[in-house]
């Protein structure tokens, strides 16, 4: 079973550093000499050990604290049969120490008594109802006297301690290990979500009046679906300068209906030409169109203007209340069809040479960490833009369920239609700090570090990192913001350990 190790020191001012420092392998734990006290973090397919110890010295019994984690939930061990076989190099026999149950969930507590001074190497042993595994830590040095345990070295300096008492009881926490893959070369640009076209629009008073009270009863609010032609309101017109045309409009419209049914009767008896005919008919459709442009085409026979929905989608805003008095051209409603919304992303001048009219394009919304996909380009532009220096490109989302909003800020991975190789990380623990990739590394079992990104492509649910994490490094990829917020108190938390 393939394992990886990483010892060093910890933040417990008790235990001292593994004079190896940092390491990690993809083999069972290397053989390491270690001095004084330490911690020791070893990852399987199945577990992840960190075991913390004081210096080891013969005849002392040494407290161990090793905890447990079940990496397929990354839930503590909570129970099941744990054997602890510390061996001496020498050949000497075992000491065993097996236990039952851990002392808090995850955590067992073995402490045995060498007997001899040298190198030991620890087995453990794990049959628990989740877990059957077996972790190999090779190398603890034991002392002969506390006279002969090496001085500590200094604490780390600039890791972010976040004890696997809160990794536990943090919801979504999860780590991997980042590792070698090939992926669609992007670049990383800003975006804005907007309306597609069709999608929005705006409703105006076509003309200045009163709101009437039963069309407001009528109305729609915020956040409620409105099929096209819907009402939305009633408008009375002022007997103002807008009342007065809407008024006369009307009065043309009559006289033109008149005068093409005199036309008509007339051309019957053959008393005028067809021309005559002709012209009045003329006549008649520009007074409808006058007074249908007037009244957006909803007016009916009592003078009012019946403002309807001329998209159906979902209202966004609404300006209206009984008996206000609204002037021509304000904005009474909005309205939204949020199925299909479109990505505009501001492409850096100097990216714009890489763009493809088929690029795709992967992105992330502001206070989200789901991954939208985009769906078609619908325009690449000609123009760099001469103050942002910008090239806009412009994608169609697909938008079923409506958590894409209209005005949210993207960071949009812009696929360039060519393949790069090397170390990738899901793009989970890619988080934007300033507008600059991080990711958190756990480089001990409750020691990690905040690590400045360079990426060069995401590819589904991957992240191509051009420096900043190597192959080996473990990444948090499930609650990263919990381990921000942990970076940003420089104290270890009250509850301390459970030990």
Request: charged share 20%; aromatic share 6%.
């Amino acid at each position: 079973m393939s394992a990886r190790r990483s010892v060093g020191p910890t933040h417990v001012g008790l235990l001292l550093a593994l004079s190896l420092g940092f390491a990690c392998t993809r083999k069972a734990a290397v053989p390491a000499v270690v001095g004084g006290g330490g911690s020791v973090t070893i990852w399987t397919d199945s577990t992840e050990l960190f075991m913390e110890h004081p210096p080891l010295i013969v005849g002392t019994p040494d407290k161990f604290a090793v905890h447990l984690t079940d990496v397929t939930d990354f839930a503590p061990l909570r129970g099941g049969h744990v054997r602890f076989e510390f061996a001496p190099r020498t050949g000497g026999a075992p000491i065993v120490i097996a236990q039952d149950t851990p002392r808090s969930p995850g955590i067992y507590g073995p402490a045995p008594t060498f007997r001899e001074a040298g190198l030991h190497d620890l087995t453990i042993l794990i049959e628990a109802p989740q877990i059957h595994d077996t972790v190999r830590v090779r190398g603890l040095t034991v002392y002969p006297s506390a006279a002969a345990t090496p001085p500590p070295p200094p604490a780390p300096a600039g890791g972010i301690p976040f004890l696997k008492e809160q990794q536990w009881k943090t919801p979504g926490f999860v780590t991997a290990f980042a590792g070698r893959g090939s992926v669609n070369a992007s670049f990383h640009a800003s975006g804005n979500i907007v309306p597609a076209a069709g999608r929005y629009a705006e409703v105006s008073a076509p003309i200045g009046g009163l709101v009437e009270t039963g069309g407001v009863a009528e109305s729609p609010s915020p956040g409620q679906r409105v099929r096209r032609g819907q009402l939305l309101a009633v408008l009375t017109p002022s007997l103002s300068d807008g009342g007065n045309a809407y008024a006369e409009a009307r009065a043309r419209l009559r006289e033109a209906e008149d005068e093409y049914a005199r036309a008509q009767r007339l051309f019957a008896a053959e008393a005028i030409p067809q021309r005559r005919l002709h012209d009045a008919g003329i006549r008649l459709q520009a007074a409808r169109e006058a007074l249908s442009g007037m009244s957006g085409g909803m007016n009916d026979s009592t003078g009012q203007f019946v403002i309807r929905a001329p998209i159906p989608g979902t209202i966004a805003s609404r300006d209206i209340a009984p008996g206000k008095r609204v002037e021509a051209g304000a904005t009474l409603f909005s309205i939204i069809d949020p199925a299909v919304v479109w990505l505009e992303v501001h492409v850096p001048a100097s990216d714009a040479p890489r763009v493809r009219a088929s690029s795709g394009a992967t992105f992330r919304v502001e206070r989200l960490e789901r991954e939208y996909r985009a769906g078609r380009v619908i325009s690449v532009g000609n123009i760099i833009d001469s103050v942002s220096r910008t090239l806009p490109v412009i994608y169609e989302v697909p938008n079923p369920d409506g958590s894409l909003k209209v005005g949210a800020t993207a960071r949009v991975a812009v696929r360039t239609g060519e393949h790069a190789e090397g170390v990738v990380i899901p793009s989970s623990a890619v988080l934007d700090e300033d507008g600059r990739p991080i990711a958190y590394v756990q480089v001990q079992g409750e020691l990690f570090e905040k690590r400045q990104l360079t990426v060069g492509g995401e590819d589904n649910g991957r992240t191509l990192v051009l420096s900043g994490v190597t192959e080996e490094d473990r990444v948090v990829t499930g609650a990263a913001y919990q381990v921000r917020l942990a970076s940003l108190s420089s104290a270890v938390p009250a509850h301390g350990h459970e030990h």
